[in-house]
Every structure is written in C-alpha cells, then in structure tokens.
C-alpha cells in the first residue's frame, strides 16, 4: 500500500485496486497516515488535560472527553462494524456494561417503554430493576422465534442480542428492525458474540451496535473494554454526553492492546470458529450431551436464519450434561479448557452456568468457549473429559 494513496474513511485507499478482505481490514483498521519515523500504531496517551491556551475549542481538551488513542481505536471498531458507511460514530467505554448502559440509559425516559430478551446476558435483570426504578417499563420476550414482535408496540428502544448468552438462539435482526422503525422505535444489537467480523448490525437495518470489547473482539482475556457504534447523530450525542456525565471511559493502556489486538482478530476469529463447529461435531455423538447449540451446525434450530445474516457463527458452543455434579466433574477434569466466566478468547474456556444464578439453565448447562488451541488437542481433552466424569 503506497503512502501516496488516499485513505476513503472505510479502510480502503483510492490507488490500492481492490476492496479489502475481513483480514486486511482488520489489521489496518484504524491506524493514520504513515509518518517517517513514527511507529506504525502510536503508543498510548496518557493525559489527564492537554495545552488548552485561548478558545476551549479543539479536538482534546479534558481526558474525560477525548484522547487521541481512543480516537485510533474508535476509527479502527467503526471500519470494522460499518465499512464505507458515512455518518457513523463509534464511541468506547470502560467495559461492555458501560456500554450497554450508555444506551439504554441516555435514551429512555420515565414513561417509556422498552423490550429487552428475556434470555439474554445475565445481568439483565439488575438492568430491568434500575430501569423501573426510573419509571421505563420493561416488556421481555425470548430471543428464538422473533418472539420481541409480539411486545414491540409503542416501545421507545428493543434491544436485541443475536446469538443470545448463553443459549445461542438467533433472531431475524432485519425483519425486527422493520418493525420497529416502522413506529419510531430505535433497535439496538448486542454483537458480543458475533464479532463484527461474523454480523453487522448496522447493515441489517439496527441503529446502534454494542459489544463488550472484553471478548473476543481483544481476545486474550486481559482488558475490559465496551463500545458503541450508531448511525443516529442525536442518538450518538446523547450516549456520548452520558459518557461525559458518568465518566465510564477506557484508560489509554487498554485501548491501544485493544486496537494492537484487533490485528490479529480474522485469524483468531477464523480459527476459533471452525474448532467451535469441529467440537460441536464431536459432542453431537456423545449419548450424555444433550440440547447442544451451535448456530453453525445445519440441525441447530437457528441455523437457517444466522446462514442468511451472520457471515461466521462463533466460537461459543452450549450444551448440558445429565446432572450438576457431572458438570462440575467435567470441569474439572479438563486440562486445556479454563473455568472461567468469560468468552471469546485465545484459551478455551467453559463454565456451569447455573452457578450464577441469572439464567434460565439446567444445572448441568454448560457454555463452552473455543480458543486457538490445535483442534484436534481441544476435542481429545472434551472427550477425554467427558470419560473420566462419566459416574
């Protein structure tokens, strides 16, 4: 790539003859022009205010507001979530809660009315509780089956999340973007799971994307990082003004190995994705797994609609094994699978979800997060696993 080409604001220059892939995209998201001298991805900035001499006018003023790593990071998500889209505002935060709370809380008002899945992540329902505390009337519905139509009117803000946490189910983003739009009703997409590399929200009609950057989006497990991307200017302002008042912003450090990290995300993600489905293969012949999920396997009930709206299907897998103590000896006996509560990262990970106590799960439900472990060491471990907590 010339330094002489144009950057177009999509991750694609004028001279550079081709449309980038998934891979080029995502290790030149974000970065500037070339400087003779200058590291590739400047390091962070670590500034609580900056030389504000006159006028407080300028890019950076007050680290509350702005920092100039953030700005590389929120170009490099943007490129990913809506590539070649003018208009479209991406905005980071100190975690995926942030995040999300950014939206629901700088657009709702008493009186107003939002839907929610009723299986979705788990904190949801401390979520729902501050909402009514604050006069919004929360409606929820599963995620499978589109079943959030049913409860949309009159609503202010639906807020999706496709491939649900931990179930796996998948909704028709379009269809209920449709519907909403079609009242006035802003929709919202939790892309977690997906990645912006597996769906774009924003293509399928959503008016903002919202992840927890913590997953598979860094990747190793070691950053708390959330983000918002919306194409509604007023809306935007608002989440952004609410980042203002409540002060949820990333330090420097954590978003450049954000955005380090996301150079490597197609080859992560690429990897992780085809284990997940090899896996899920595997655990479909053992008799002690049943309600596997998987939105990749041509069985799986969500299949058909994440095959026409999702470009990869993920790296998590859920399953349940007969009982909780078989669960928790499973765990257990894995040597290259972590337990922990996170996913999307390089080391595989799995946990009992009924642990938590916030999901509709059976005690022995497992979910299971594929790493860049070599494919046929991960599915040894699983199965051997699985022997050896056999009663």
């Not at 509350?64 to 979530?81: C, F, K, M, S």
Request: aromatic share 6%; charged share 25%.
């Amino acid at each position: 790539m010339s330094d002489s080409a144009t950057d177009n604001g999509d991750g694609t220059r004028q001279g550079s003859g081709f449309p980038p892939g998934d891979g080029t995209r995502a290790v030149r998201a974000g970065l500037p022009e070339p400087v003779k001298h200058e590291p590739t991805l400047p390091g962070p900035v670590f500034a609580a205010h900056f030389h504000l001499p006159g006028e407080a006018t300028g890019p950076y003023t007050y680290g509350r507001d702005e920092n100039p790593t953030w700005t590389l990071l929120e170009r490099a998500i943007g490129e990913l979530e809506a590539p070649g889209r003018d208009g479209v505002e991406t905005l980071v935060f100190a975690s995926g809660m942030a995040a999300i709370s950014s939206v629901l809380f700088s657009q709702l008002r008493a009186g107003d009315a939002v839907v929610l899945p009723s299986d979705g992540y788990q904190v949801f329902p401390l979520v729902r509780a501050q909402l009514e505390a604050y006069g919004v009337e929360v409606r929820t519905a599963p995620t499978g089956g589109d079943a959030q139509l049913q409860v949309l009117d009159g609503a202010k803000l639906l807020w999706i999340e496709t491939p649900s946490n931990p179930g796996l189910d998948v909704c028709d983003v379009r269809r209920l973007a449709e519907a909403a739009h079609a009242q006035g009703t802003l929709v919202a997409v939790d892309n977690t799971l997906a990645t912006p590399l597996g769906q774009r929200p924003l293509d399928l009609g959503a008016d903002f994307s919202v992840a927890s950057g913590t997953k598979q989006l860094t990747g190793h497990g070691d950053i708390l990082l959330g983000y918002v991307t919306g194409r509604d200017t007023e809306a935007m302002a608002a989440v952004r003004r609410w980042r203002k008042i409540v002060g949820a912003i990333p330090g420097p450090m954590e978003a450049w190995l954000a955005h380090r990290s996301i150079a490597t995300l197609q080859l992560r993600v690429d990897r992780q994705n085809a284990t997940a489905l090899i896996l899920a293969q595997a655990l479909r012949e053992r008799p002690e797994v049943t309600g596997l999920r998987h939105p990749g396997l041509p069985d799986d009930p969500s299949h058909k609609i994440a095959s026409q709206q999702m470009r990869r299907y993920g790296c998590v897998i859920s399953f349940t094994l007969p009982t909780r103590a078989r669960a928790d000896r499973f765990l257990e006996a894995l040597r290259l699978v972590d337990d922990a509560t996170s996913f999307g990262g390089v080391r595989s990970t799995a946990e009992r979800r009924g642990r938590w106590g916030g999901d509709a799960v059976p005690e022995g439900f497992i979910r299971l997060s594929v790493g860049a472990e070599d494919p046929e060491d991960l599915v040894a471990d699983v199965l051997r696993a699985l022997d050896e907590s056999a009663d």
